[in-house]
């Protein structure tokens, strides 16, 4: 049987990416709007959260065909923490220290340990 495909594997990884970012911006970017009405912010990230799933769905299903479900958590983990680190560093102006980075690279670590087969 023929292998799979480049794009099999690049497509839900890119679709992945995408969905963080929305997801990114649901889950923190409120914290730039401290003083906004709680319920507002409860309502804009469900909103922002809708486009985080539509892009999600697709990746995790597109990319059941060549990883498995426990590859797949783990590129999502590595995934979200460096959407997480560009968006707090640009975003919220926050860059990550260096017991933040030490910290994440366990986390990426242990996410590359699904991969051994």
Do not use: D
């Amino acid at each position: 049987m023929p292998a799979p495909p480049l794009t099999a594997y690049v497509y839900p990884v890119l679709l992945l990416v995408a969905s963080n970012v929305f997801m990114t911006l649901a889950w923190y970017g409120h914290l730039k709007y401290r003083s906004a009405p709680l319920l507002a912010v409860i309502l804009v990230s469900w909103g922002i959260a809708f486009f985080e799933y539509c892009l999600q769905v697709p990746g995790n299903r597109l990319g059941a065909a060549v990883y498995s479900a426990p590859q797949l958590k783990g590129l999502q983990e590595v995934i979200t923490l460096l959407v997480f680190a560009g968006f707090s560093a640009v975003y919220l102006g926050q860059p990550l220290k260096w017991n933040h980075w030490a910290a994440f690279a366990l986390i990426a670590v242990a996410a590359l340990l699904m991969f051994k087969e």
